[in-house]
């Protein structure tokens, strides 16, 4: 079985521009989660989506945004790029969403703001 | 809120060495505790979970038990190798139904192996 895919790997943007990033979850998984990870800040929870619908956000400005697709298929937006938004952005998928499950990391978008 | 605190690293060890790495956590309830691992330039890996109060997660020769008494779920393996020089992350997911999806980490500690 295929593992999360994100695309696209490798990003370079400028102050104030926008960009958008993808995540496939592996086949049946419904809930996907993302994740910004920074030197400074470590990791931290962005937001996660289940059957389309945003479930749970984190502590992030309204520049971040995503959405998920029928097909579980999920995709982030940053609007107005900021040098603080550098970062390595990491999408998760897990089966359901319950304490207990396991949330399975894709490789991530390594996304730099000049 | 929930928080998870690592040792500091970053941690350096000969080959065959025995491991700790200690992790103390913060949560309402009853969470899941995880240890993930990344190796550079990947994503995360799940080493092992344990989902209630005694549980003892193991893989690959590493194994954490899960100690509500002392809110602590410290990595151990018993003689490590060069091929497990990576990071090393604590996470919990909290069990109240308003935290979907939400994995909180520690702060990662990294192991370097020497030959």
């Known amino acids: 079985k295929a593992g999360v895919t994100q695309t696209p790997r490798y990003l370079i943007k400028t102050r104030g521009q926008q960009v958008t990033l993808s995540c496939s979850p592996i086949?049946?998984?419904?809930?996907v989660s993302w994740y910004q990870q920074t030197p400074g800040q470590g990791l931290q929870f962005l937001f996660e989506?289940?059957?389309?619908?945003?479930?749970n956000k984190g502590n992030f400005p309204g520049r971040f945004s995503g959405r998920q697709f029928s097909n579980s298929r999920s995709e982030m937006n940053v609007s107005t790029l900021e040098l603080g938004d550098s970062a390595l952005y990491l999408c998760?998928?897990?089966?359901?969403?319950?304490?207990?499950?396991?949330?399975?990391f894709g490789p991530g978008t390594r996304l730099t703001v000049l | 809120g929930n928080s998870v605190t690592q040792m500091e690293g970053p941690v350096t060890l000969s080959e065959e060495a025995f491991l700790t790495i200690n992790c103390t956590y913060t949560a309402t309830g009853y969470p899941s505790l995880f240890w993930y691992v990344q190796y550079p330039g990947e994503g995360l890996q799940l080493l092992l979970k344990a989902t209630k109060a005694d549980d003892k997660g193991s893989n690959k020769g590493f194994e954490a038990t899960y100690r509500k008494e002392t809110t602590s779920f410290h990595l151990e393996k018993g003689s490590v190798q060069v091929s497990d020089s990576a990071v090393y992350f604590c996470a919990l997911t909290d069990a109240g139904g308003t935290s979907y999806g939400k994995l909180t980490f520690g702060q990662g500690t990294i192991l370097t192996v020497h030959p």
């Open positions: 998760a998928s897990s089966l359901e969403v319950g304490p207990t499950d396991t949330q399975y």
């Open positions: 086949s049946g998984h419904r809930s």
């Open positions: 989506y289940f059957s389309e619908t945003q479930r």
